[in-house]
Nanobody, 123 residues
Framework: QVQLVESGGGLVQAGGSLRLSCAAS????????MGWFRQAPGKEREFVGS????????YYRESVKGRFTISRDNAKNTVYLQMSSLQPEDTAVYYC????????????????WGQGTQVTVSS
């Protein structure tokens, strides 16, 4: 059974940092582009960023550029989202996703989703 399991969410003050992890199981994901999405209360889920299969290329939405960094460890079948300079508007449930593709960018219609982890940024 293929699963993506996020962890690392929590409550942090504005200006703080968090690192989210997404552990994949069921098969190897080294052939997948991995991405992060988020959904704030009352809003639609939005793309945050993605990382290429080998980890050499990343793509981010404009509002998180310079603050968020995605990385991956294919040996551990895990992808990370390092978030710094967090702001209250970053408060959301963060989801990991995977898609068997060669293209990074706004990951369209992922094949797999995680269950999400809550990130709350207080002002």
């Amino acid at each position: 059974q293929v699963q993506l399991v996020e962890s690392g969410g929590g409550l942090v003050q504005a200006g703080g940092s968090l690192r989210l992890s997404c552990a994949a199981s069921g098969r190897t994901f080294s052939g997948d582009v991995m991405g992060w999405f988020r959904q704030a209360p009352g809003k639609e889920r939005e793309f945050v960023g993605s990382i290429s299969r080998g980890g050499g290329s990343t793509y981010y939405r404009e509002s998180v550029k310079g603050r968020f960094t995605i990385s991956r460890d294919n040996a551990k079948n895990t992808v990370y989202l390092q978030m710094s300079s967090l702001q209250p508007e970053d408060t959301a449930v963060y989801y990991c996703a995977a898609k068997r593709t060669t293209r990074i960018g706004p990951l369209d219609k992922p094949d797999y989703w995680g269950q999400g982890t809550q990130v709350t940024v207080s002002s």
